[in-house]
């Protein structure tokens, strides 16, 4: 395992985290500090659990239901956030998430954005139509939407979609932003304003990106891992990775030799 | 690929098309070929009756003869007869048109007048002043090759002596009394009218002693009577009279008549003409000089009122002139009207003109034949003229499918099935509507237990129950569809309803305990779950916490019915109810209905809302609960809204499936055809009704129409409600298709 003798104030750190699916372990060990306020990018090759990794983060994978964990995830102030005390709905209105497909509801452009307050119990017409637009605004949704937003939200772009859906995860107003592949299903444009958008809001929230786009990763990140078969790799900062791998594995996979 | 193995999957694709298509077509073709079935075998109800001109002939004997007084015609509408004002009947073989018999009646006296009490029965008075009356009888009889001869035979039933009236006769009305015996009522020379009855009364010794009585109806003398109609039973007499006035009188005591009712009959004060007493002696017809044909009977004269008055029931043809003769079916509650040369034929119920019509010179006799198949006219120029006639479901129409009607010995208009009765002259009532609503009531009370436990249910196991339980849950609910309705029937009507009789008190606090116990339990449970350990059973093992729960609300409630009966309900609380809320309290009950048909329905509600609440797509979920929605905020606000089509198209589904359903209504609900939103009584539902009356519905026959188009009726709901459900399943389909 390499030791990463990187100096940042992380915001969450994960220690000897182990995973199994069923019986089938997933990850195998990883340490990882989270960089606060930056964006970190996971590359590796499908399968490798770079993904899996993301949604420990926020405990998505508890909804599986055959998923045991081992290790421990703390967050800034010290929290084990798979201690039996911890709410995981708590942690998950900190830590946001972004699907790999656009997910927003059958709902109307505003009533996507407000959920997770309204679910919180806020239901100020003021708030919410405050947080609206400073969310949408945050996506760089705003100006497309404002005139519309009593309609579907299904009826928007793959692209606007997405942004919506980070708008939705902005307007809970999280510090860790989570994104699952987001751009894997849009359009070379589409992909442009959300890596735009990524960079953004960057510097607001720390943002976790799990890609398969290497130039995306090299675009957008501060910080890359690379995962391979379970085990984190390499985890550096993103031009040392990608102009000076220290990892034998991790110059193979840059450079396309697998993957 | 290989040549051979291409094309072979060619073939197989082909064939398998075929196979499928046809299959699919074959479906489409039965359901179709159903409803028109339906529709063919219901459609002749509301097909117009037609007639059919068989033959038309001058009478035999040419101008020369006698005054025809009266007509008839055999069933099979071959043999036809006239009996003529010199008392002579002659019997006519209507195909050949020729005279094949005659014989004088009571040795050729003249006939004065005649009064028909329906085909072939006729009071006759004579020159003399005597009167008889006579029945003519057709026998079919057939020989070795099946051929038909038709015997014809004139009977007197009755014959009043000559000098029996205080005065000469101007029209008698004879019934036959048992014995011998028989009432006469005389119309006499200003304007009296006199009973006579001779009572035959036989003594311990076998000998027979007979008293004859005589009495004066009271008349008005200024107000000339206009029409007698004396029931078969002889103990009731209607008049009409000139200045509108209908009368009845009660002649059980041959002594003293006593005045029943006397009333002017139209508020115009017209003068009334014609009486008959429609089949069954229950209604009588009358008709004025505006040519207007009524019937009456004895009814309350406001509803609740105990006071029963002759009243306008129905308003069957009116006619441009006054109505010179009406004569009843023998057959069914149809009268034949004739006005200035034109015949109609009514149905009192259905308030249907079944026929009108009129010969090129106007007809002055007419008769109808016994089967209600034929009809005899005789017209000013003497001609015969014989028309075949066809009305076979004279009973039905819209109004008495579907409105209210006053039917005979009802005191106010009613929706009323009653298809069967122990007498040929019953009134049949064939209101759908009785049926229809019970179909309702059974679906609504089934939905109200049903809707609830399958939509609950099926969220609980879809979304909060743990895989384990999801695993044996679905398919245990599943195979409960599978229970044939004949076994959830019995154990409803013979194991659940006596229960239920007995604990119905107890079911009643255990709907309210069951709440209450529960929500204490929750304040309970409240400040107990701050235990991590309790609160380990948060985690989809409520039901270890639902169960004991309900069984103690059973065992509370069981436990507090005699005290709660003692304290509050004097002891019974059936009697209670009888007292305070409902006069039928039935075993077969609406709860029982809910329950058992509930049960049926539960599966298709509970696999349709399971299927609705998997198929919202998973990201949908994991977006909520990224959010930082709980699972029930997830349910809620997410899972619910966007599977709503399937769970109304579960609930429409099952509404179609209680609506159906024959088996349990039949064993369950104890079939009373009444219109009461009651839950505790039962219904009548249109399939249960269709499995209890078609084995007794004579094919072709009326009721067994009726029976069709309740299944048409029956058809469409569930057709309707399937359509429904199929919309609101594309809904959801299209809406998550891009998922």
Redesign the interface.
């Given at each position: 395992m390499t030791q990463h003798k990187i100096q940042f104030s992380p915001v969450m750190r994960v220690r000897g985290l182990d995973l199994y699916y069923g019986t089938a372990q997933a990850l195998f060990s990883v340490d990882m500090d989270i960089p606060k306020h930056q964006v970190t990018a996971l590359i590796g090759p499908s399968g490798c659990g770079k993904s899996t990794f993301l949604r420990c983060l926020?405990r998505?994978n508890d909804?599986l239901?055959s998923v045991s964990i081992q290790g421990k995830i703390e967050m800034d102030d010290g929290t084990d956030i798979y201690d039996?005390h911890q709410d995981p709905?708590?942690l998950?209105?900190q830590v946001?998430?972004i699907?790999q497909?656009s997910?927003?509801?059958?709902?109307t452009i505003y009533e996507n954005v407000v959920?997770?307050l309204?679910?919180?119990g806020v239901n100020d017409k003021k708030t919410l139509d405050q947080v609206v637009e400073s969310s949408l605004t945050r996506a760089a949704l705003w100006d497309e939407v404002k005139d519309r937003l009593d309609q579907s939200a299904?009826g928007l772009s793959g692209g606007q979609m997405q942004r919506l859906?980070i708008a939705?995860?902005v307007a809970?107003g999280p510090e860790i932003l989570l994104m699952d592949e987001p751009c894997s299903a849009l359009d070379p444009k589409s992909t442009a304003k959300i890596e735009d958008l990524i960079l953004e809001l960057r510097g607001k929230y720390t943002i976790v990106i799990v890609t398969h786009n290497m130039q995306q990763a090299s675009r957008v990140s501060d910080y890359t891992g690379f995962f391979y078969e379970g085990k984190l790799i390499e985890f550096d900062r993103t031009q040392q990775i990608f102009t000076n791998p220290k990892n034998q594995q991790t110059e193979d996979y840059i450079t396309g030799r697998f993957g | 690929m290989d040549q051979a193995v291409l094309k072979r999957n060619r073939k197989v694709d082909y064939w398998a098309k075929k196979v499928i298509s046809l299959g699919g077509v074959a479906i489409l073709v039965c359901v179709i070929g159903m409803l028109v079935m339906l529709v063919m075998q219901t459609a002749p109800l509301f097909l117009s009756p037609h007639k059919k001109e068989l033959t038309a002939f001058a009478l035999p004997n040419g101008n020369n003869t006698p005054e025809a007084v009266a007509l008839g015609v055999d069933e099979y509408l071959e043999t036809g007869y006239w009996i003529d004002s010199v008392g002579t009947i002659r019997f006519l073989d209507l195909q050949r048109a020729v005279e094949t018999d005659h014989q004088k009646l009571f040795s050729g006296l003249g006939i004065t007048k005649m009064r028909t009490y329906g085909p072939n029965s006729f009071s006759l008075t004579f020159a003399d002043g005597s009167a008889g009356l006579v029945e003519v009888t057709f026998a079919a009889h057939f020989d070795e090759n099946s051929q038909r001869t038709i015997e014809h035979q004139t009977k007197v039933i009755r014959q009043v002596p000559a000098g029996s009236f205080s005065q000469f006769p101007l029209e008698v009305l004879i019934r036959p009394l048992e014995n011998n015996g028989m009432a006469a009522v005389a119309l006499l020379p200003g304007n009296r009218v006199e009973v006579w009855t001779e009572v035959v009364e036989e003594n311990f010794l076998g000998t027979s002693e007979t008293h004859s009585f005589k009495t004066q109806i009271q008349t008005d003398p200024k107000d000339l009577v206009t029409a007698l109609a004396l029931n078969k039973k002889g103990d009731r007499l209607y008049l009409a009279t000139q200045n509108g006035k209908l009368v009845l009188w009660n002649l059980n005591n041959p002594e003293e008549p006593a005045l029943i009712d006397m009333r002017t009959a139209f508020a115009d004060g017209r003068a009334l003409t014609s009486l008959a007493l429609v089949y069954g002696d229950e209604s009588l017809a009358v008709g004025d000089e505006k040519g207007q044909v009524t019937t009456w009977f004895m009814a309350p004269e406001a509803s609740g009122s105990p006071q029963k008055r002759l009243t306008l029931i129905h308003r069957l043809s009116s006619h441009k002139t006054e109505i010179q003769s009406l004569v009843p079916s023998l057959r069914n509650k149809a009268v034949l009207s004739l006005a200035a040369g034109t015949v109609t034929l009514d149905h009192m119920t259905s308030e249907r003109e079944l026929i009108r019509f009129s010969a090129p010179s106007p007809i002055k006799q007419f008769a109808f034949s016994t089967r209600g198949n034929g009809l005899l006219g005789l017209d000013q120029a003497n001609r015969l003229t014989l028309w075949a006639f066809d009305a076979p479901h004279p009973e039905g129409s819209w109004m008495v499918y579907f409105g209210k009607v006053h039917y005979e010995s009802y005191s106010a208009p009613d929706y009323v099935w009653q298809s069967s009765a122990g007498t040929d002259d019953f009134e049949p009532k064939f209101s759908l509507v009785p049926l229809i609503f019970g179909s309702l009531k059974g679906t609504l009370y089934a939905m109200l237990f049903a809707v609830p436990m399958g939509i609950f249910g099926a969220i609980y196991t879809n979304q909060f129950a743990s895989r384990r339980f999801q695993t044996w849950a679905k398919p245990a609910v599943e195979i409960t569809a599978a229970v044939p309705s004949v076994i959830i029937g019995f154990l409803a009507a013979l194991w659940l309803a006596p229960i239920l009789d007995r604990w119905l008190l107890g079911f009643f606090l255990f709907l309210v305990i069951l709440p209450s116990l529960t929500l204490l339990f929750l304040v309970y449970w409240a400040q107990a779950r701050t235990n991590k350990k309790l609160r380990l059973i948060e985690q989809s093992k409520e039901l270890y916490l639902a169960l004991p729960l309900l069984l103690s609300a059973v065992l509370l409630s069981a436990w507090l019915q005699p005290q709660v009966e003692l304290w509050f309900f004097g002891g019974d609380f059936k009697q209670w109810l009888y007292a305070y809320v409902t006069k039928d309290y039935d075993q077969r009950n609406s709860i029982v209905i809910s329950f058992a048909l509930g049960f049926m329905v539960i599966p298709f509600i509970f696999t349709m809302t399971d299927d609705a609440l998997s198929s919202v797509p998973d990201s949908l979920r994991a977006a909520s609960v990224a959010l930082g929605a709980s699972r029930w905020q997830t349910t809620w606000k997410v899972l619910l809204p966007s599977a709503s089509p399937g769970l109304f198209a579960g609930v429409i589904l099952g509404m179609g499936r209680a609506i159906g359903e024959t088996m349990v209504v039949l064993m369950a609900t104890g079939n009373t055809p009444i219109i009461d939103i009651s839950l505790f009584n039962g219904m009548r539902t249109l399939s249960a009704n269709i499995a209890v009356e078609i084995p007794e519905a004579p094919v072709d026959g009326s009721l067994y129409r009726v029976l069709f188009l309740s299944a048409l009726i029956l058809f469409g709901f569930t057709f309707l409600i399937n359509s429904i459900a199929e919309l609101f399943r594309y809904s959801l389909r299209k809406k998550y298709a891009e998922f």
């Open positions: 926020n998505m909804l239901g039996k709905i708590q998950r209105r946001g998430m699907f497909k997910n927003p509801f059958p709902k959920y997770g309204r679910i919180a299904l859906c939705r995860a809970v | -």
